[in-house]
């Protein structure tokens, strides 16, 4: 049984992996990030813990209920976190939707190796955002990788890492948590593996890497004349509602739709990016075709 400290963010896709890791291994301690707190961010933090909204009151209750103490990070680089984790000496540290990287330090307290849960098939899109960029790039195939940790971003040596096919128009938030549950499968396997001496590991192709940025509110994406319609709609359906994608019609009145409806493959000679208002509440001109926005929610399917 190895003994695990988990860095986390308290979301699906840390206390999944983390469910799975604590069926047969220790975790002697969790971590969080945590923010400089003014007035307001302490009071809003009061409000969401009371109420249990906030994603670090899964952990906090995680760890209450385990018995497990419950360690902040005010950084990656966080020199009293160091210390505390030294004292506590784990195998290995496991970090799954946690925002920093983690300096070396930190790295270095883990007696056998620090593992990462990252939601790409590595070295394509490394970064804070690998979502995004995946319907970005319109890949048809994802995935999950768990990776060694080094001072470089979701660079290190690969132990585990499974791909499948991404349906098109596929909601983000199921792909999110199909990704949560692969991750911890995963995770648990390499531990296993670490535990009985059988893992393995190689190295990433540099020449292969992507980088998957954040990216600001409000930033246009889509090139609408040259994304053909069955690709903005892929696009704009798989991120509904998490992200929408700035538009704005003819009365340069901003567009907010609410959900994706379909596409229409027949060329219309308009404008790429050209917004006409409907019955139904938008098409938006592309490439050879169009895209249909409802201005009321549907399900995602």
Known sequence: MLRIVFFG??????????????????????????????????????ILWRTRMGKSAAMARWARIHDVPLLEAISGSDSELANQLKRLRPDVICVSAFPWLLGREILQTAGRVALNVHSSLLP????????????????????????????????????AQKAFDLPRGFPVDRLYARKAALGGELLLQVLDQLESGEASSRPQEETLGTYAPRVPDGIKLVNFSE??????????????????????D???RQVRYKSVLG???????????????????????CRGGSVQLGNSRQPNR
């Open 227 to 248: 994304w053909d319609a069955e690709r903005v709609w892929h696009f704009l359906r798989g991120l509904c509602p998490r992200r929408l994608e700035p538009l704005w």
């Open 124 to 159: 394509r899109h490394r970064g804070p955002n690998p979502w995004l960029w995946i319907y970005y790039h319109n890949d048809r195939r994802t995935g999950v990788t768990v990776h060694g940790m080094n001072d470089r971003a979701d660079a290190g040596v690969i132990f």
């Open 263 to 285: 596409y229409t493959e027949r060329d219309c000679g308009k404008t790429g990016g050209l917004v006409e208002s409907t019955s139904f509440g938008w098409n938006v001109y």
């Open 9 to 46: 963010s308290g979301g699906d896709g840390s206390m999944v992996p983390l469910e799975a890791v604590s069926r047969t291994h220790r975790v002697i301690a969790l971590v969080k990030p945590s923010r400089p707190q003014t007035w307001l961010r302490r009071t809003a933090r009061s």
């Open 250 to 252: 003819r009365s340069e």
